[in-house]
C-alpha cells in the first residue's frame, strides 16, 4: 500500500523544481566525488569557496560552538539559492514565494533551535524572556519578548518570500511590455535589455536572500547556544 502510494504521488508545481533541485545535487555530489584533485578544477574550487564561504559566516555569528552547525546551515544557504536560482529559468516556478512553504521551513528551524536551546541549557534558557527592568514592568515586557520570539519564524519567512515575489512580478511586467510592444523594433530591444539587467539584478537578489536566511538562522543559533549563560 505504501509503495502504491508512493509511486502515484500527484506531480504538482511545487514538487518539480524540489526533485529537479534534489537531482541537480545529487549528481554534482557524484562528480565530486569521483574528480576531487589536489589542484582543483575551477568547478572544485568553486565549490571549495562557497564551503568557506559558510564556514567564515558560521564562525562569525557564533563562533567555535557553531562548528557542529555547518552541515545545516550549509544545506540551508544551497537549498533556498538553488530555488531561487531555478526560479529564474523560462517556466520556472518560484517556490521560495510561497508563503505557506517558507513559513513551514521557518517554523521548523525555530522550534528545533527553540528545542536545542532548552537541552543545553535547561530551565535556565527561559531566562531569555525575563528583561532586566523595574518589577513593575516585567510581566508585560515578558509578554513582548515572548511574542518577539515567536515572530522571529513569521519575519523569517515574510523577508524571503516578499522580497522573491517582488523581483519576480517585476520581471513579469516588464516582460509583458516587452511582448506587448514587440511591433516596435526599437522599443523591444531597450526593453529586452532592461529585462536582462532586472534578471542580473534578481540572481543578485537570489543569493542575498540566502545570506540573509543563514545568517538569520546563525543568529538564532547563537541566542540558543549562549542565551542561558547570558543570565
Excluded at 578544477?41 to 569557496?49: A, D, G, N, P, R
Excluded at 517554523?107 to 518589577?135: A, R, T
Excluded at 509583458?176 to 539584478?201: Q, R
Aim: with cysteine.
Amino acid at each position: 500500500m505504501y509503495i502504491w502510494t508512493f509511486f502515484f504521488l500527484p506531480v504538482t508545481n511545487l514538487l518539480i523544481p524540489l526533485v529537479t533541485l534534489l537531482i541537480i545535487y545529487y549528481f554534482i555530489h557524484i562528480y565530486l566525488s569521483e574528480n576531487l584533485k589536489l589542484i582543483p578544477s575551477t568547478f572544485q574550487t568553486l565549490v571549495e569557496k562557497s564551503i568557506i564561504f559558510i564556514f567564515n559566516l558560521v564562525t562569525s555569528q557564533i563562533g567555535k560552538l557553531g562548528y557542529i552547525y555547518i552541515p545545516l546551515v550549509c544545506c540551508l544557504f544551497n537549498f533556498i539559492l538553488g530555488l531561487n536560482i531555478l526560479s529564474l529559468l523560462p517556466f520556472g516556478l518560484a517556490v521560495t514565494s510561497h508563503i505557506i512553504i517558507i513559513i513551514w521551513i521557518a517554523l521548523s528551524i525555530c522550534s528545533g533551535i527553540f528545542l536545542m536551546g532548552i537541552s543545553h541549557h535547561n530551565i535556565k534558557f527561559l531566562y531569555i524572556f525575563i528583561p532586566q527592568c523595574p518589577v513593575a514592568l516585567l510581566p508585560l515586557l515578558m509578554v513582548i519578548e515572548i511574542f518577539s520570539y515567536i515572530i522571529r519564524a513569521f519575519s523569517l519567512a515574510i523577508r524571503l518570500s516578499a522580497n522573491i515575489m517582488a523581483g519576480h512580478t517585476l520581471v513579469h511586467i516588464i516582460g509583458s511590455f516587452v511582448f506587448l510592444i514587440g511591433i516596435k523594433i526599437l522599443g523591444a530591444v531597450l526593453g529586452i535589455t532592461f529585462l536582462f539587467a532586472i534578471l542580473g539584478l534578481e540572481l543578485g537578489v537570489a543569493f542575498l536572500q540566502a545570506y540573509v536566511f543563514s545568517v538569520l538562522v546563525c543568529i538564532y543559533l547563537s541566542d540558543a547556544i549562549k542565551g542561558g549563560e547570558e543570565h
